[in-house]
Nanobody, 125 residues
Framework: QVQLGESGGGLGQAGGSLRLSCAAS????????MGWFRQAPGKEREFVAA????????YYGDSVKGRFTISRDNALNTVYLQMNSLKPEDTAVYHC??????????????????WGQGTQVTVSS
């Protein structure tokens, strides 16, 4: 019912910036909280950021606080992840995710129902 497509990944330099986008299908985007998670090779999936449907509730993982910013444009059915001050340890596949309608934002992957296929982010030193 909801398809999510990430874009904007690629190769970045340490200290540089990248901006990820996640476009959602359908007409229910504004009723869903959105999140970003990442998974590096050999590591478990890690929470990155989450944003409530209205944009008022925001959570960040400890490792990205002060560096990453999550935002959304409900008119465009898109959630963004602005990644600044990149570090090599930010290298991972980044997935966006959407909750079921009217549910709150969560810092845990079990709070989300729909997932994008992911976009690779590689940060060189």
């Amino acid at each position: 019912q909801v398809q999510l497509g990430e874009s904007g990944g690629g190769l970045g330099q340490a200290g540089g910036s990248l901006r990820l986008s996640c476009a959602a299908s359908g007409r229910t985007f504004s009723s869903r909280a959105m999140g970003w998670f990442r998974q590096a090779p050999g590591k478990e999936r890690e929470f990155v950021a989450a944003l409530g449907s209205s944009g008022d509730t925001i959570y960040y993982g400890d490792s990205v606080k002060g560096r990453f910013t999550i935002s959304r444009d409900n008119a465009l059915n898109t959630v963004y992840l602005q990644m600044n001050s990149l570090k090599p340890e930010d290298t991972a596949v980044y997935h966006c995710a959407a909750t079921r309608m009217y549910l709150l934002a969560s810092t845990h992957p079990t709070g989300y129902y729909y997932w994008g296929q992911g976009t690779q982010v590689t940060v060189s030193s």
